[in-house]
């Protein structure tokens, strides 16, 4: 793999949280009951993070000579809320092995300030699978 490639999975990991921006910002405003407000609480935290998730990403891409995406991948829409949080579960699942195969290859690529960038993105991906699971009963 060369950088203009590694550049190109990280434009798509950008896709991938901007999607997940929207997709966050949709459930917070149709999740309803009792229940949905603790979960609107967690997912608000989630928003934020992604947003940083996003800066993070689109700053690695434009350092490294690349252009951030302002392409958003399509949006499921998903009003249930236990079925919204299982498509976020596994949506969150995949970026976290996405951002671990980006940390390998920001390593092989001799890029260790980008790698570093992208751990803490990373952490934060596995605390959301972790949060998510918790609040689906896992």
């Known amino acids: 793999m060369d950088q203009p490639q590694f550049v190109a999975l990280l434009n798509e990991d950008l896709g991938l949280e901007y999607r997940s921006l929207v997709q966050y910002i949709q459930h917070l405003s149709t999740f309803k009951g009792l229940a949905a407000q603790t979960v609107r609480q967690e997912l608000r935290g989630h ?12 700053e690695q891409i434009a350092f490294l000579g690349g252009l951030p995406t302002v392409v958003l991948p399509s949006v499921a829409s998903e009003p249930n809320m236990d079925r919204g949080l299982h498509l976020e579960l596994e949506q969150e699942q995949a970026r976290l092995e996405r951002y671990r195969e980006r940390v390998e290859q920001a390593l092989a690529l001799s890029l260790p300030d980008v790698a570093e960038a992208l751990r803490s993105v990373l952490t934060q991906t596995q605390a959301h699978v972790r949060d998510l699971q918790s609040t689906l009963g896992r």
């Open 47 to 58: 928003v934020t993070q992604k947003l940083a998730h996003a800066l993070t990403l689109a």
